[in-house]
């Protein structure tokens, strides 16, 4: 790592925001979580402690505060929360963080956009390849996939190969990737496949290597957005998408995907950056007639949801 040390700063106090933050402060990093939703300048230290394998926890202290607190933010700036506070936040952030790296710990595709547009000088990506469970505020339980690479989105080789050093630890390991795109669609088509089909079936992610009806059906929600991707340029196997879903499969047996999570904790899904962005993708390729089981996917999960954040006006179904 380099001589100087930057501090870390994780937005973001979920399940991958605390693991990440555990993780680093064990390594002996300056490392501080802001929450991404909450304005009340309160600042905590808790004990917060991650199970990496049945019966081994790892426990550390963490300081966790809020935006109000810093009026400036110098360091690193990890983006663990869920995407779709990304705009408010690069509002909220603009001409508080200088030239410090902002990187985006997120699932979905165009997740970007937002930090592009606001000018940000320095952008990083990473496609996360690991599994993070919250089992209570304090405790979670996190199985790493592979290697997690992280890749420029406006920036340049040097600033990123100092970031991966600085993030990089036994536990949750990232690596510096320059052809990141390719990556970046093949996760998301393989979280078009997880994050409908687990919590539609609310089951865990072990469901497509223990069976093969499973697997069938991922495989034509495969087969439709590799067709986008092709379409857009990135060449991408089924055979590489397959074996990538079957590894996290295999590898987070027992966990639930965070679409799954979401829906039980009553919370926004990122559904809109997965099946439904594939389709408006498709759509603006006048080629939507080829994701409509993404799509349907899509919505189904949208509908649940919204069914169980009670949006939709119960009432009516009490008339029936
Ligand atoms: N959990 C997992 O296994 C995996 C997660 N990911 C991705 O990692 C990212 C983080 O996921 P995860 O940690 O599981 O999610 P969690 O829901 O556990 O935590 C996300 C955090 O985002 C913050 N947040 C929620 N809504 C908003 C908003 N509108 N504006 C600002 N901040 C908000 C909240 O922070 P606070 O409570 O501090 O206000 C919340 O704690 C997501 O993009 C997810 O898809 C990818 C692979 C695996
Ligand atoms: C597919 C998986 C489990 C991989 O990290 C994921 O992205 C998620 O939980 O949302």
Request: charged residues 25%; glycine residues 6%.
């Amino acid at each position: 790592m380099d001589s100087v040390q930057k501090h870390i700063f994780i937005i973001g106090s979920g399940a991958i925001g605390k693991a990440l933050a555990v993780f680093l402060k064990l390594a002996g990093r300056k490392v501080t979580v802001i929450r991404g939703r909450v304005k009340d300048a309160c600042t905590t230290t808790r004990r917060i402690g991650i199970e990496i394998q049945n019966g081994v926890t790892l426990e550390a202290n963490v300081k966790i505060t809020t935006l109000d607190s810093l009026p400036m933010i110098d360091g690193i700036v990890v983006l663990s929360n869920k995407s779709f506070g990304n705009e408010q936040l690069a509002r909220a952030l603009k001409g508080r963080t200088g030239n410090s790296p902002i990187v985006l710990l997120q699932n979905g595709l165009g997740i970007e956009q937002s930090f592009l547009d606001h000018g940000y000088p320095q952008l990083y990506r990473c496609v996360l390849f690991v599994t993070s469970q919250l089992i209570n505020q304090s405790n979670i339980r996190f199985k790493p996939v592979d290697i997690c690479p992280i890749g420029i989105e406006r920036g340049n080789k040097a600033d990123l190969e100092r970031v991966v050093n600085h993030l990089n630890t036994p536990n949750f390991r990232f690596r510096s990737e320059l052809h990141l795109q390719h990556i970046i669609w093949k996760k998301a088509i393989i979280n078009c496949v997880f994050n409908s089909i687990c919590p539609l079936l609310e089951i865990d992610n072990g469901i497509f290597h223990r069976s093969q009806d499973a697997l069938k059906i991922a495989r034509r929600i495969i087969v439709e957005c590799i067709n986008i991707a092709t379409e857009k340029g990135i060449a991408i196997r089924q055979d590489e998408v397959e074996t990538g879903l079957l590894q996290i499969s295999q590898l987070s047996e027992g966990q639930a995907i965070s679409t799954l999570q979401d829906i039980r904790n009553k919370r926004r899904t990122e559904i809109e950056t997965l099946n439904h962005e594939i389709v408006r993708i498709a759509e603006q390729m006048h080629q939507q007639d080829s994701v409509r089981e993404t799509r349907l996917l899509g919505e189904l999960i949208k509908l649940k949801s919204e069914l169980t954040q009670n949006i939709i006006d119960t009432e009516v179904i009490g008339k029936l």
